[in-house]
Each structure stands twice: as structure tokens, then as C-alpha cells.
């Protein structure tokens, strides 16, 4: 079998001639070529433009932390999970247990609203966590207790 080595492959596909090496398209005959450039420069521009002005309220979308971050400790007497859920009531946040599986669920609804003589914005916010971990057999779910303080949750579940 023989191996073929290349450095430069062009093929021509609608009129441009395709670069595998340089990667780049360059025009052959085509008058449109650089209208159509500056229509998707144009194009990239507006839409980064739009999303700068309208969706820049990184107050707003930032309140709440929806990775749902967590830490999971074993020391040696019991398990400590912590999970960050920044911005949630303590009543919504719910705790439920199947087998050896803990789960924490909770639920959001944030809304914020400008308004001047001239100007009215509404934004709201809708969202949701969902964690669960896998104990081993020696957790003692009834024992277990939460406590929510400063948006961080932390589940003591005492071994057997």
C-alpha cells in the first residue's frame, strides 16, 4: 500500500476554491464575493451589538448559581453534602429520600421591573435544581438534618 503525502489539497465547490492547507476560501470569477463578506460582517456585528445592549444585565442573570455546585464529605461519622443554591427561599428547597439515594430539589421565580416616564422593562426568571447522590447502606436518613444559611444548604446525615 502506498501512502501519498500532501501538502496542498484544492477542491472547487461553487465556486470558490477550497484551501485544506491554508483554510481559508478565496473567490475565483465571482463579483458577489466581497458584498456577501461584508453582509456576514455586517451580520456578526448587529447580533453581537443586540445581544451587548439587551442581555448585559449581568445583576439579573447572575442571581442565582443554577450549576448547583456541591460538596460531598465522609469524616467518618456521618456525611456532610453541601450544595450552593444562592437566591432560593428555604421553602423551596425539598429533600427527599429513596433507598440510599438522597435527592435536593428547588425551585425559583425571580422577576425585576425598570420603569420611568418613557421606558418600561419587565424581566422574570424561571428556574430550577435538581442534585441527588448515592450513600452507602450505613446512612441514617433519620437522623439526618438541613440547615440553609447565606444560600449555602448542608444535609448531616449520621451513619449507623
Do not use: C, W
Request: proline fraction near 2%; hydrophobic fraction near 35%.
Amino acid at each position: 500500500m502506498k501512502v501519498l503525502n500532501m501538502t496542498l489539497v484544492a477542491v472547487v465547490l461553487g465556486g470558490l476554491l477550497v484551501s485544506a492547507d491554508a483554510q481559508e476560501q478565496k473567490p475565483m470569477d465571482d463579483p458577489f464575493y466581497n458584498d456577501f463578506v461584508k453582509l456576514q460582517k455586517d451580520m456578526d456585528s448587529m447580533f453581537i451589538n443586540f445581544h451587548q445592549k439587551y442581555f448585559s444585565d449581568e445583576k439579573f442573570f447572575n442571581q442565582i448559581d443554577m450549576s448547583a455546585r456541591s460538596d460531598f464529605k465522609d469524616d467518618g461519622k456521618q456525611y456532610v453534602i453541601t450544595v450552593n443554591l444562592p437566591g432560593f427561599d428555604k421553602d423551596s428547597i425539598h429533600v427527599k429520600t429513596k433507598d440510599d439515594t438522597l435527592s435536593i430539589e428547588a425551585k425559583n421565580d425571580t422577576s425585576t421591573e425598570k420603569k420611568d416616564e418613557h421606558f418600561y422593562q419587565k424581566e422574570r426568571y424561571t428556574g430550577s435544581v435538581y442534585r441527588s447522590f448515592t450513600l452507602s447502606k450505613d446512612a441514617d436518613f433519620s437522623k439526618m438534618n438541613t440547615e440553609y444559611k447565606n444560600g449555602v444548604f448542608t444535609v448531616n446525615i449520621p451513619k449507623k
